[in-house]
């Protein structure tokens, strides 16, 4: 199971982290690629970031640096800090996980196994 949180209204410039738990008895989370997808009204999800099962990151160009992704193996968690945050933004984030997956840039565009319920993001003008 993969909960996110951290969603939220905030001011265009402004700032949000997300945060993307897991849970299950046989999740073994260090052994998982993790994703975090964004999907906004009228348009198809996109992938912002993923970290791959080694710690690799890759971002989405069109983010120009704005966001940060991270892992915390000891807390089967991932995050995503977002700065310098736009209208063109908003959206519902969600958090998705591949058992193994590639380490490269292709682990943006892989089969996912697990996807959370996802968390909104709003960015007002």
């Known amino acids: 199971q993969l909960v996110e949180s951290g969603g939220g209204f905030v001011q265009a410039g402004g700032s949000l982290r997300l945060s993307c738990e897991a849970s299950?008895?046989?999740?073994?989370?260090?052994?998982?690629?993790m994703g975090w997808f964004r999907q906004a009204r009228g348009k198809e999800r996109e992938c912002v970031a993923v970290v791959s099962w080694t710690g690799r990151t890759h971002y989405s160009d069109s983010l120009e640096g704005r966001f940060t992704m991270s892992r915390d193996n000891d807390k089967n968690a991932v995050y995503v800090q977002m700065n310098g945050l736009k209208p063109d933004d908003t959206a519902v984030y969600y958090c998705?996980?591949?058992?193994?997956?590639?380490?490269?840039?292709?682990?943006?565009?892989?089969?996912?196994?697990?996807w959370g319920q996802g968390t909104q993001v709003t960015v007002s003008s």
């Open positions: 299950g008895e046989t999740f073994t989370f260090n052994r998982y690629g």
């Open positions: 998705a996980a591949v058992y193994g997956g590639p380490v490269g840039r292709t682990l943006m565009t892989a089969e996912y196994d697990y």
